[in-house]
C-alpha cells in the first residue's frame, strides 16, 4: 500500500507540477493562480446544468437533473480519459524506471490509474457535483441527499475511468506490435471526435422531438426510463441519491466491480501493453536500410521544410494544427448532425449580405485560429540550438519562420476556399477580396505571432502537448485578434452602407499596415531580443 | 547473484538483438560489460531488468526470476539507464525519497545516504530545485544517487560514465568499488575501456549479440598478448 501511494504521489506531484510550469509564468503567485484557469471553462457548465434544474424543478422533478447530469459527465469523463490513459500509460518518461521497480504490475497500472482519477475527479465535481449542489441546497438543505450525492460524485470517475483503460490499452497493445506508438494519437483523437458527434447527434435528436419528449415529461420516472434504458447506473445513481438503498448497492457494487476487473486484468494489460511498448522505444536502434538520397536544396527550402517537419513529424502537433485549422468545418459538421444548419443555409437571400464576412471567416480560420507562429521556437524544444549554430543569417533564420507558418495557414485557407466558395451566393470580386484579406491576415498574424514566441520562448518541455496547447503564448495570440476584431467591427458599424467588399478591402489595408508594423518590429527590436535568447 | 542463461531477443523484423547470451555474475563483483554500438548491450540490461522481455531463456538475480517472480527478482537491484529520464517536473528530494519508498529504506538510512551520495556528487545545494532545471550531468547524478540510496545487492548501469565530470567519474568509480567491499555486485556497460580494464574484475565481450570473450581484464589479454583495446577492435571489427 506504502508503494502504490508513494508511486500515486509522485505521478500526481510531477502532474501537477509540469501543469503549471507548462504554462511558461514566470511568477510564482500567477503561475498557482494559473491553475485554476480551467475553472473559468466550467462556468457555462454552471449556468446549463442552473436552466436544467430549473427546468425540471418547474415539473416538480428536480432529481431528473441528476440523471441527466450524470450522463453527460460520465461521456464527457469518459471522453476525457482515453487520451490520458495514452499519455500516462503510453507516453510517459517513467515507463523504463517504473519497469525496474519492485512492485506488481497492478500497483503499475492502479497508481497510474489514480493519477488519471484525481484529475477526472475535478471533472465530475465541477459537473456532476454542480447538480448535487442544486439538488440539495436550491430548495432548502437536504443533508442525506448531500452526502449521498457527495459519494455519487467520488463514484462518477471510476466506471469511464476504468473503462477507458480497459478499451485503450489492449487497443494499444494492437497497434504497438503494428505500427509505431504515434499512429494510435491520431486514430485515437480522430475517435473522440466521432464519439462526441455521436452523442451530440443521439442527445439532439431527443431534443429536437418535442412530442415524445411530451410523452416522457407525461409520467414520473419518463426520462429517468428513457435514460435508464441505455444507461441503467444512471438510474440507480439518482435514486441512491434519492435514498434508495437498493440502488446505492447496485451502483457502489457496479463499480467495484470495474475495479475488480481492473485488478484481474492488470497483470495482462501491463505485459501486453505496456512492456510491449517498451520494447518497441528499444527496437528504435536497429538500422533500416531505405533509399539514399543526395540531392541539395536551399538553404531558405531546407529551414522551411525543417519547421513545416516539426509539426508534420509529431502527431500531437499535426493534429492539433489540423484541428484548429479545419474548425469551421468541425462546426459545421457538427451543426449539419444536429440538424441546425444545411448548406441551403446560406443560400437563403437573408443571408446575402453576410456572405461575403462568412466566406471571409472560413477561410480565414486557419490563421485565426493556428497562432502557428507563437509555437514557431517553442516546438523546436531541445533542438532549437541546431539554428543558432548553422551558418544563417538571423533575419534568415526568423523569416522562415514567418514563410514556414505562412505556407500552413495560407495554404489551408486556400484549401477551405475552393472547398467552400460554391455553397455561398457570392460572385467573382467577393471571392477574391475574400482570399486578398486571409493572405494580408496570414501575413499580418504569422509575423505577430512570432513577437510573442520571442519574448516568450518555452523550450524546455516534456511533452509535445504543453508545447502547442498548455503554452499561454496561445491564449495570449488571441488578444491582438481580439483587437483587431474590434476594429473590424467598428468598421462594419460605421460604414453600413457601403458594403461588404469594401468593408473587408478597407480591412485587409488595417492589416497590411499590422504586417508592415510587426515585420519592423521583428526584424528590429525583436531581433537582438532573439539573438539574446536563452536556451 | 546474477545468472543470465541463454538469453535471446529477437524483434519483430526477425534481427537477433541478443543471440543465446550466458552470464553468472558473483557477489561481491565488477563485472563490465562492453561491446561496440548496436552490440546488444542496452537490450540486455533491458531484459535484466525487465523493461523488456527475452524471446528465450531465463534471467535470476538473487535466485529469483525476472520473469515469474518479478518483484522478488527486482528487489535485488537499482538500475541507472543510459539516459536519464525520469520525472522531471518535481524536485531532486522529492525522486530520492520517492525511490526511498519504492525500496523500502527507512528514515534514519535514508537520510545519512541521501546526505552522503548527494553531497559525494556535489548536487546537495541542487535537490530543491525542479530535475528539469537540472543539467545532463546533473540528472545522471541524480540517477545515481537514487540507486545507490536502497544499497542494492545488484547495482546495475548502462554507460554510467557518460556525462559525467572526471570528478564525478572518479566519485562514481569509489563508490563502485566500496560497493563491492560490501557485499555488493555492479554490473555496468562501458565504452571506455581504461575504466572497465582498471576496475573490472570481470569483463564480457558482446558483438552482434554473441558473447565473444569472457573473463578478468588479465585473462582476456594473455590469451593474445595484446591490450584490451587492441583486443576489442580485433573482436569487434566487421568481417
Not at chain 1, 430549473?54 to 422533478?61: D, E, L, R
Not at chain 1, 469523463?77 to 503510453?90: G, K, M, Q
Not at chain 1, 507562429?373 to 551558418?391: A, D, N, Q
Request: charged letters at 15%.
Amino acid at each position: 500500500m506504502n508503494k502504490l501511494y508513494a508511486l500515486t504521489k509522485i505521478q500526481i506531484k510531477d502532474f501537477m507540477s509540469k501543469y503549471s510550469q507548462q504554462l511558461n509564468m514566470k511568477s510564482k503567485l500567477l503561475s498557482k493562480l494559473i491553475i485554476i484557469l480551467p475553472l473559468l471553462i466550467f462556468l457555462p457548465a454552471y449556468e446549463i446544468i442552473k436552466q436544467v434544474y430549473v427546468s425540471f424543478a418547474a415539473i416538480g422533478m428536480p432529481e431528473l437533473t441528476l440523471t441527466y447530469v450524470y450522463v453527460a459527465a460520465t461521456i464527457l469523463i469518459f471522453i476525457t480519459a482515453i487520451p490520458l490513459v495514452i499519455s500516462l500509460f503510453f507516453y510517459s518518461k517513467d515507463l523504463s524506471l517504473i519497469a525496474t521497480l519492485p512492485v506488481k504490475e497492478d500497483t503499475i497500472i492502479f497508481s497510474k490509474i489514480a493519477a488519471i482519477y484525481v484529475y477526472l475527479l475535478g471533472m465530475a465535481l465541477l459537473l456532476f457535483g454542480t447538480s448535487v449542489g442544486f439538488y440539495g441546497l436550491y430548495d432548502g438543505l437536504k443533508p442525506v441527499e448531500l452526502l449521498l450525492g457527495i459519494l455519487g460524485i467520488v463514484l462518477t470517475p471510476v466506471m469511464p475511468m476504468i473503462f477507458a483503460t480497459l478499451v485503450v490499452i489492449p487497443f494499444m497493445t494492437f497497434i504497438g506490435g503494428r505500427k509505431n506508438r504515434n499512429l494510435m494519437v491520431i486514430v485515437g483523437n480522430v475517435l473522440l471526435i466521432v464519439i462526441i458527434l455521436g452523442i451530440q447527434v443521439l442527445f439532439t435528436r431527443v431534443q429536437m422531438d418535442p412530442a415524445s419528449l411530451q410523452n416522457y415529461f407525461s409520467s414520473s420516472d419518463g426520462i429517468i426510463a428513457l435514460v435508464g434504458h441505455k444507461f441503467p447506473p444512471s438510474v440507480w445513481l439518482t435514486k441512491m441519491i434519492t435514498k434508495s438503498w437498493l440502488d446505492m448497492l447496485y451502483y457502489i457494487l457496479l463499480n467495484l466491480g470495474f475495479i475488480v476487473l481492473l485488478k484481474l486484468t492488470a497483470k495482462h494489460l501491463y505485459k501486453g501493453a505496456m512492456l510491449k511498448y517498451n520494447q518497441q522505444t528499444s527496437q528504435g536502434n536497429i538500422n533500416k536500410k531505405g533509399k539514399v538520397s543526395y540531392k541539395s536544396s536551399s538553404k531558405r527550402a531546407l529551414l522551411i521544410k525543417r519547421h513545416l517537419g516539426i509539426i508534420v513529424h509529431n502527431p500531437t502537433f499535426l493534429l492539433n494544427t489540423v484541428m484548429t485549422m479545419f474548425v469551421p468545418i468541425l462546426l459545421f459538421g457538427i451543426y449539419s448532425l444536429m440538424g441546425l444548419m444545411t448548406l441551403d443555409t446560406f443560400k437563403d437571400p437573408m443571408f446575402k449580405p453576410y456572405a461575403i464576412y462568412i466566406f471571409t471567416g472560413i477561410i480565414s480560420a486557419p490563421v485565426l485560429m493556428g497562432s502557428l507562429s507563437t509555437t514557431v521556437i517553442t516546438r523546436e524544444g531541445k533542438t532549437f540550438w541546431e539554428t543558432r549554430v548553422l551558418p544563417i543569417s538571423i533575419n534568415e533564420n526568423l523569416l522562415t519562420r514567418i514563410l514556414s507558418t505562412f505556407i500552413a495557414s495560407f495554404g489551408a485557407s486556400l484549401i477551405l476556399a475552393i472547398a467552400t466558395f460554391w455553397i455561398f451566393p457570392l460572385g467573382l470580386i467577393d471571392i477574391l477580396l475574400s482570399i486578398a484579406f486571409a493572405l494580408t491576415a496570414t501575413l499580418c498574424f504569422s509575423t505577430l505571432d512570432l513577437i510573442i514566441n520571442i519574448a516568450r520562448p518555452f523550450l524546455n518541455w516534456s511533452n509535445p502537448t504543453a508545447a502547442v496547447k498548455n503554452n499561454l503564448n496561445v491564449m495570449i495570440s488571441f488578444l491582438p485578434r481580439l483587437a483587431f476584431g474590434l476594429v473590424g467591427f467598428v468598421l462594419f458599424k460605421l460604414l453600413p452602407s457601403v458594403g461588404g467588399q469594401f468593408v473587408i478591402a478597407v480591412f485587409s489595408v488595417i492589416l497590411i499596415i499590422g504586417f508592415i508594423a510587426s515585420y519592423a518590429l521583428v526584424f528590429g527590436r525583436y531581433r537582438m531580443k532573439f539573438i539574446n535568447m536563452d536556451i | 547473484m546474477l545468472q543470465v542463461k541463454g538469453i535471446s531477443k529477437v524483434y519483430s523484423n526477425d534481427k537477433k538483438a541478443v543471440d543465446g547470451l550466458n552470464l553468472d555474475i558473483k557477489e561481491g563483483e565488477i563485472f563490465g560489460f562492453i561491446g561496440p554500438n548496436g552490440a546488444g548491450k542496452t537490450t540486455t540490461l533491458k531484459m535484466i531488468t525487465g523493461i523488456i522481455a527475452p524471446t528465450e531463456g531465463e534471467i535470476l538475480l538473487g535466485g529469483h526470476s525476472i520473469k515469474t517472480d518479478a518483484v522478488e527478482a527486482k528487489k535485488n537491484f537499482t538500475f541507472v539507464p543510459d539516459h536519464p529520464e525520469i520525472y522531471d517536473a518535481i524536485k531532486g528530494i522529492d525522486y530520492l525519497n520517492f525511490m526511498s519508498d519504492m525500496y523500502d529504506v527507512n528514515k534514519e538510512d535514508r537520510k545519512m545516504r541521501i546526505e552522503k551520495y548527494t553531497k559525494a556528487f556535489q548536487i546537495d545545494d541542487a535537490l530543491t530545485q525542479p530535475v528539469n532545471s537540472y543539467s545532463h550531468g546533473m540528472r545522471q547524478k541524480l540517477l545515481i544517487c537514487g540507486a545507490l540510496i536502497p544499497n542494492p545487492s545488484i547495482f546495475i548501469l548502462d554507460e554510467p560514465h557518460v556525462g559525467l565530470d572526471p570528478h564525478s567519474n572518479k566519485i562514481l568509480k569509489d563508490l563502485m568499488k566500496e560497493h563491492c567491499a560490501n557485499g555488493g555486485t555492479v554490473l555496468f556497460s562501458s565504452h571506455v575501456l581504461e575504466v572497465v580494464e582498471n576496475l573490472c574484475d570481470r569483463v564480457a565481450i558482446i558483438h552482434k549479440g554473441k558473447l565473444i570473450a569472457l573473463g578478468t581484464p588479465e585473462e582476456i589479454k594473455q590469451e593474445r598478448s595484446i591490450s584490451l583495446e587492441d583486443i576489442f577492435l580485433e573482436m569487434t571489427k566487421d568481417e
